[in-house]
């Protein structure tokens, strides 16, 4: 059974950063991806950024480019989001999720299973 426990959020001022965890377990999809999505009160959940389980490609939304990094550990079984110079904007619930294929990993119907999410604040 795959599960996905996200870490990291809290309350932070316009401009400073945060970094969410999400740790994995019961994840072998060879040529899947590990996602953050988030969603913001009223508003639909969109894809932020995966990386590739097995070349460690990336992908970011526009909105985040430049300002969040996603990397994930040697045992490839954590995944962290590095969150800088962050905007009100950025308030919401950010969700982990796993999925078979890397090219999916933008799209919230494209993910297996997800994380119950943290959230995030950002005061301006």
């Known amino acids: 059974e795959v599960q996905l426990v996200e870490s990291g959020g809290g309350l932070v001022q316009a401009g400073g950063s945060l970094r969410l965890s999400c740790a994995t377990s019961g994840f072998t999809f060879d040529d899947g991806a590990i996602a953050w999505f988030r969603q913001a009160p009223g508003k639909e959940r969109e894809g932020v950024s995966c990386i590739s389980s097995s070349d460690d490609s990336t992908y970011y939304a526009d909105s985040v480019k430049g300002r969040f990094t996603i990397s994930s550990n040697n045992a490839k079984d954590t995944v962290y989001l590095q969150m800088n110079s962050l905007k009100p904007e950025d308030t919401a619930v950010y969700y982990c999720?796993?999925?078979?294929?890397?090219?999916?990993?933008?799209?919230?119907?494209?993910?297996?299973?997800w994380g119950k999410g943290t959230l995030v604040t950002v005061s301006s």
């Open positions: 999720a796993a999925g078979r294929f890397f090219g999916l990993c933008a799209l919230p119907g494209g993910m297996d299973y």
